[in-house]
């Protein structure tokens, strides 16, 4: 009676153990964030992928060989600056894009310091900042910021273990597991799962927003299909709070002493945003005393670059037709 009794209860936890095991298995089979097994490309889609991670990873997939010495850094917003377009500035440069998701001051700082340590010539620098990326100054273990074990000497299982919590969590797995089957994109899964593909150079990580085929196809009427993603301006808009205090000088101090140290031609650009919101007058000064002042460039705030809509994809991210603007105006 007892041998039954066991048998049955081990059926019982084998049938619940068994979907468990099957999305362990097509976890590891699927590699959905792209960290298990290295990619000659990279893909975002069907899911935003760690950005940080896969630019890190393309840099060392080709390092060796194409002899970077030249690097993009910050958040999503360099995609405005595709390296082809930057390197008609730059005299016989390799360059690459080494940006993240929501980029933090404390990871542009450890990517920096990574590559001085690595022995690698920092020739070139185009550095983007604004009052979101100054602001985080400590490292982040979510699955879409953790940086890359290279950068932070994390271990590999630690690393890992990240992406699969992630994996298990329900609002990623219910709409990952529904897009797998069907292929459908719904509105619930906004935010996990990406039905346009960006296009990406495996070399240089330059990516092509599917949004600029939306613009080439549709022209003036893009702006109207997505006018509720451009809030309302203020005639006035406040200007941001103060950000950088004694830990972001540290950090950022620590940065100018490694671009002295290599001669970095580095350009250093605060973020224009289409909110008009101006970056704070005291932050700009200590930028200036920290970095040469001539390389500080603040496109923030209201002026020609940030009051033509079609300079913006939405509120958040601006377009190449500006970067290439902002190029000009610095390299002049």
Not at 81 to 88: E, R
Not at 133 to 147: A, D, E, P, Q, Y
Not at 313 to 324: F, N
Request: aromatic residues 14%.
């Amino acid at each position: 009676m007892q041998n039954k009794n066991l048998i049955t209860f081990l059926k019982k936890i084998g049938l619940f153990l068994l979907p468990i095991l099957a999305l362990i298995i097509w976890y590891f089979n699927s590699d959905p964030f792209k960290v298990i097994n290295t990619y000659k490309t990279y893909s975002n889609k069907p899911i935003d992928l760690n950005q940080g991670y896969i630019s890190w990873q393309s840099y060392l997939n080709h390092k060796d060989s194409l002899k970077y010495d030249s690097f993009i850094l910050g958040n999503s917003c360099t995609m405005a600056y595709p390296t082809t377009l930057w390197k008609h500035y730059l005299q016989a440069a390799s360059p690459i894009r080494l940006n993240g998701n929501s980029e933090s001051l404390y990871a542009i700082h450890k990517k920096i310091r990574r590559l001085d340590e690595s022995g690698k010539q920092i020739k070139n620098v185009l550095l983007l900042l604004d009052y979101n990326t100054l602001g985080k100054l400590v490292k982040t273990n979510s699955h879409t910021r953790i940086l890359h074990p290279d950068i932070s000497g994390l271990g590999r299982a630690e690393f890992q273990k990240e992406f699969m919590v992630a994996f298990f969590n329900p609002n990623f797995l219910i709409p990952y597991i529904d897009y797998s089957i069907f292929g459908e994109f719904r509105n619930y899964m906004k935010g996990i799962i990406i039905p346009n593909n960006y296009f990406r150079n495996n070399q240089t990580n330059d990516i092509i927003n599917p949004r600029e085929l939306e613009i080439e196809q549709l022209g003036q009427t893009y702006w109207k299909i997505h006018e509720n993603e451009f809030p309302i301006r203020l005639d006035k808009p406040k200007d941001y709070d103060q950000i950088i205090f004694n830990k972001q000088k540290k950090i950022l101090n620590e940065i100018s002493e490694i671009f002295k140290k290599h001669h970095t031609n580095y350009q250093i650009i605060i973020n224009p945003q289409w909110s008009q919101k101006k970056f704070n007058l005291h932050d700009l000064h200590q930028l200036k005393i920290i970095f040469d002042k001539n390389r500080i460039h603040d496109f923030s705030g209201k002026n020609k670059y940030t009051e033509n809509k079609e300079n913006f994809y939405e509120r958040s991210h601006y377009r190449p037709l500006l970067g290439k603007m902002l190029l000009r105006k610095i390299y002049k």
